[in-house]
């Protein structure tokens, strides 16, 4: 699997392409500033690149810029933003056009590597990975809600774990679930919150994700 | 017309006032510097201020003049020392009154406009007595002059104007400095009693670590996974505090954008309109931001507040934030600390903050920050009103001509006796008035130059000190 890696500090981009390249991916590039990464984004197209939001020259939100502008003109593409911290704006930017293959982590998230390696190939596959800060804060300003306060504590654990981009299989097995309890808990949580219910993993992540944004 | 003769009545009818006061003043003033009464000295002043506020009030209503009042800002109120006492050059009061009253004094003497109300009192009834024939021929003309005579003696300085503005500076100076130091004590305790425990923590499992990684394996393993989660923790605590010091997000997008992820993250349903020309500098980024984010944390937290709305916008140089919340009401700034630090860390940009918040609510808070728009306002040319543009081009286009061939070139053909005159005046006139003609030519020409120089130069002064001094000098 090609990966493209942008960050500008030396020994994070390093440690970075090591774990990658022991996971089996192969690094078709490393970049350290926003005009690189967009350029490399757009010729090499690789299956999944990871991305630092603050790069060189400005040092501001180069890298978020570069992989909104390359998700423009090629949709889908999939870009796993790492950033020192995350912002709801920036997630709602990343998932603003609905479509999958993207990822909004912690950079402190790398030290638990295949949690990581994980959320990379996640990403790569079309599915999300938002971290868990995220979505906390997420459930946080919806906590008024009615919907969400109708929850069963159970059920708030499995949405968390779904909003994050997990699968059923991984959230049975985070919560030592049956996959069957899982499966009913969803079923429960999309009718509490009035969505229409999904078997593909990433799309029903997409719907629960607009459902939080849209009523923050 | 009937009115302005009410006007001239009402300004003649003041005297009856005024020369009394005159007579007091003197004798008060007389007592207080030969007899040491200096007891006598404030009352006479605040007197005579009372009375030169009336005339700046009544010319500003009658005549459209505004006069601005020239005296210094009020002194503080003294503060104690460490022990309580309070400081007066080298004696020390267990009171603050005998300081206060000092200060006071000092402040009434040593300011300029003291002397110059004095001696507008003294000179008033003479100058009413003289304009009295204006007065009643031409009644609007002698009030138009009458008005200026005030202006003159009553009106700011270009010095009392700076002198305030040093004094405001300083105490908003002061302000700053301490919010600051304050600022970094917070932080400075933040990573000691946060980052740096933390770390410390780390690097002490570490070595027990070190010890076990032979003997026992298993446990040096599960000791590794406690620093790796201790040090996920201390990211998260120093992204705390780095929150508190400049957000992220704010160093990335501009206030427009780190306000929207406030309203994101706050638990009312905030709308944000934002309409900024561009990016402002970065610290009144900050105190803006700092701002609104502890008013929306206000008003979810106290007010209970379902929604919220803030509009920041810019008003030519100036920043204008208003935040508007469906609360409780009934904020008062002297309850809560919040208000007034938000106060303090606007006072360093010369911000005010205005609150309006009845008791059942809704609250509004509107700040605005002047003049803190890069590129604007403060940078731009003042323009020449278009009367004294023409006369300064009329001068520029005519001076050279008594200056050089009328001045110079005559004296100098003057001087080694050439016999050609041409068009040059001086040398057709008569032997003894040729060379007061020519010194006569270089002083006027010379002095074209220095109007034509002069004339927009003090113009743009007068422009600059109207724009240097605040004209909210809130914190006094």
Redesign the interface.
């Known amino acids: 699997m090609n990966v493209l890696i942008a960050e500008d500090l030396y020994l994070l981009r390093d440690g970075l392409v090591h774990l990658l390249q022991a996971h089996g991916f192969t690094v078709v590039g490393a970049v350290d500033s926003g005009p690189e990464l967009l350029k490399g984004l757009l010729e090499l197209r690789p299956d999944v690149s990871i991305v630092d939001v603050r790069l060189p020259p400005t040092f501001t939100d180069e890298g978020l810029q570069a992989a909104l502008a390359a998700r423009t003109s090629v949709p889908g593409l999939p870009v796993l933003v790492l950033s020192q911290h995350v912002e709801q704006l920036y997630a709602r930017e990343l998932l603003a056009d609905g479509s999958g293959g993207i990822g909004y982590l912690l950079k402190d998230r790398v030290f638990n590597a295949e949690q990581f390696i994980d959320a990379v190939r996640r990403v790569a596959a079309g599915g999300t990975a938002m971290d868990p800060e995220v979505i906390a804060k997420l459930l946080a300003s919806n906590a008024r809600h009615e919907p969400l306060a109708a929850l069963t504590p159970r059920e708030r654990e499995v949405l968390e774990a779904m909003a994050e981009g997990r699968s059923n299989a991984a959230i049975s097995q985070r919560l030592y679930l049956s996959e069957s309890a899982v499966a009913k808990h969803t079923a429960n949580i999309f009718a509490k919150l009035g969505l229409a219910p999904s078997d593909d993993d990433n799309r029903r992540v997409l719907a629960v994700l607009a459902y939080l944004n849209s009523r923050a | 017309m009937l009115r302005r003769y009410g006007r001239v009545a009402v300004l003649l009818a003041l005297l009856a006032v005024e020369v009394p006061l005159v007579a007091v003043s003197v004798v008060m003033l007389v007592l207080s510097v030969a007899l040491g009464m200096v007891f006598l000295f404030p009352p006479q002043v605040r007197m005579v201020r009372r009375l030169a506020e009336l005339n700046r009030r009544l010319m500003r209503r009658w005549t459209g003049l505004a006069i601005e009042a020239p005296y210094l800002p009020k002194p503080p109120p003294p503060v104690p020392q460490a022990d309580g006492l309070y400081r007066y050059d080298r004696t020390l009061y267990k009171t603050p009154r005998v300081p206060a009253w000092s200060d006071r004094w000092k402040w009434l003497i040593t300011d300029p406009a003291t002397w110059r109300d004095d001696l507008w009192l003294l000179l008033e009834p003479l100058v009413k007595v003289l304009l009295a024939p204006v007065f009643l021929l031409l009644p609007a003309q002698g009030l138009r002059l009458y008005a200026l005579w005030s202006e003159l003696l009553l009106g700011a300085t270009a010095n009392s104007r700076l002198a305030g503005q040093v004094i405001h500076l300083q105490r908003t100076r002061n302000l700053a400095t301490d919010s600051q130091a304050a600022e970094m004590r917070r932080i400075e305790r933040d990573l000691h009693d946060g980052t740096q425990a933390r770390l410390v923590a780390i690097g002490m499992t570490l070595g027990a670590v070190e010890q076990l990684v032979d003997q026992d394996p298993a446990a040096a393993k599960a000791l590794l996974a406690k620093a790796?989660d201790a040090?996920?923790e201390t990211?998260?605590e120093l992204?705390r505090v780095?929150?508190g010091i400049h957000p992220?997000?704010l160093?990335?997008?501009g206030l427009g954008?780190a306000v929207?992820?406030l309203a994101?993250?706050?638990?009312m349903k905030v709308t944000v309109e934002v309409d900024l020309p561009q990016r402002l500098e970065a610290p009144v980024e900050a105190a803006a931001y700092f701002a609104v984010s502890e008013l929306l944390s206000n008003a979810a937290r106290h007010g209970d507040a379902?929604s919220a709305c803030v509009d920041i916008s810019a008003k030519n140089a100036d920043l204008r934030i208003t935040v508007t919340d469906d609360g409780l009401g009934g904020a008062d700034p002297a309850k809560g600390s919040g208000l007034a630090g938000i106060e303090r860390r606007l006072a360093a940009f010369d911000g005010v903050l205005a609150l309006n918040s009845p008791p059942g609510g809704p609250t509004t808070v509107t700040m605005e920050l002047p003049r803190v728009l890069p590129g604007q306002g403060a940078g731009r040319p003042s323009r020449l009103p278009r009367g004294k543009l023409a006369l300064v081009s009329l001068l520029w286009a005519t001076a050279w001509c008594p200056t050089f061939p009328q001045g110079f070139v005559a004296a100098i053909f003057k001087i080694f006796g050439v016999r050609e005159k041409t068009w040059f005046l001086a040398l057709h006139l008569p032997p003894a008035w040729q060379w007061p003609t020519i010194i006569g030519m270089i002083m006027l020409g010379l002095t074209m130059h220095v109007m034509a120089i002069r004339i927009p130069v003090t113009h743009s002064r007068e422009r600059w000190m109207a724009e240097a001094t605040p004209t909210r000098p809130w914190c006094s």
């Open positions: 790796r040090s996920s990211l998260t992204r780095i929150r992220p997000v160093a990335e997008r954008d929207r992820a994101i993250d706050s638990p379902r």
